[in-house]
């Protein structure tokens, strides 16, 4: 009996150490959202936009971006008849702005940019503020072990209504996306890699080198490569929407 009492315990207690082993599921959201970008002062980068369809293919994109926890700013450098267009995205509002127009015109990060890119993957990369998470299983995906993420939009600015999210267990970055609708539909899926590294506050961690994205229905593919990637301070009134224009 004593010995039953203690077998019967000692499952309680390693069934109990083994839920306190699996993070939650807006932890593991967060820590993911480091290696593009979320928790830090500021950053800054270059991303480059290659989109193909089948034999077809769009003008390479060349953009600059600046971001912090709550806003970004892309303008694109290439190609020549879209240079100096800016986007600027502040809590949950988004505008574009180009040479010749006199007021910013507010937009949806839904729309799209180039290719399989929306405006809102290039201007928004953090996933704990757009979304709420749900843990749903762990699964090994690309060669890795991996949480499986449900993240459901929190409000209808978000630039998906769901994403199916897989987290590397062991780097904590984000490896694979389903991009949902709200009826359930798969629009495109996503992959991620992490050639990129940043160092801040003496801690050296990945941070995303290229996404690419793939169209569910279609052949169509959207490859974004980060580069020049720093850490930095950027001021409010960088992310002025008063001040888009100039």
Request: hydrophobic content about 40%; proline content about 4%.
């Amino acid at each position: 009996m004593k010995n039953t009492l203690f077998l019967i315990v000692g499952l309680v207690l390693s069934a109990g150490s083994a839920r306190a082993a699996t993070p939650d599921a807006m932890d593991i959201l967060k820590a993911s959202d480091r290696a593009r970008g979320g928790g830090l002062p500021g950053i800054r980068w270059t991303v480059r936009i290659v989109s193909v369809n089948g034999s077809d293919a769009e003008p390479e994109r060349v953009l600059t971006l600046k971001a912090t926890a709550t806003s970004s700013l892309a303008e694109t450098r290439e190609p020549v008849r879209f240079k100096g267009s800016k986007l600027l995205q502040v809590d949950r509002n988004m505008w574009m702005s180009r040479p010749g127009l006199r007021k910013p015109i507010p937009i949806s990060p839904r729309q799209k940019l180039s290719g399989q890119a929306s405006q809102g993957d290039i201007a928004s990369t953090h996933y704990a503020v757009d979304y709420q998470g749900k843990l749903l299983r762990e699964e090994e995906v690309l060669g890795e072990a991996t949480y499986v993420l449900e993240l459901t939009a929190i409000n209808k600015f978000c630039t998906y209504d769901r994403i199916t999210y897989w987290v590397s267990k062991e780097r904590m970055v984000g490896v694979k996306a389903d991009f949902i609708s709200l009826s359930g539909k798969r629009l495109k899926s996503a992959t991620f890699e992490y050639g990129n590294q940043l160092s801040h506050e003496g801690k050296t961690f990945p941070f995303v080198s290229k996404m690419t994205l793939k169209d569910a229905l279609t052949s169509a593919e959207t490859t974004l490569v980060y580069s020049d990637v720093q850490v930095t301070e950027l001021a409010r009134a960088e992310f002025d929407v008063n001040r888009l224009g100039n």
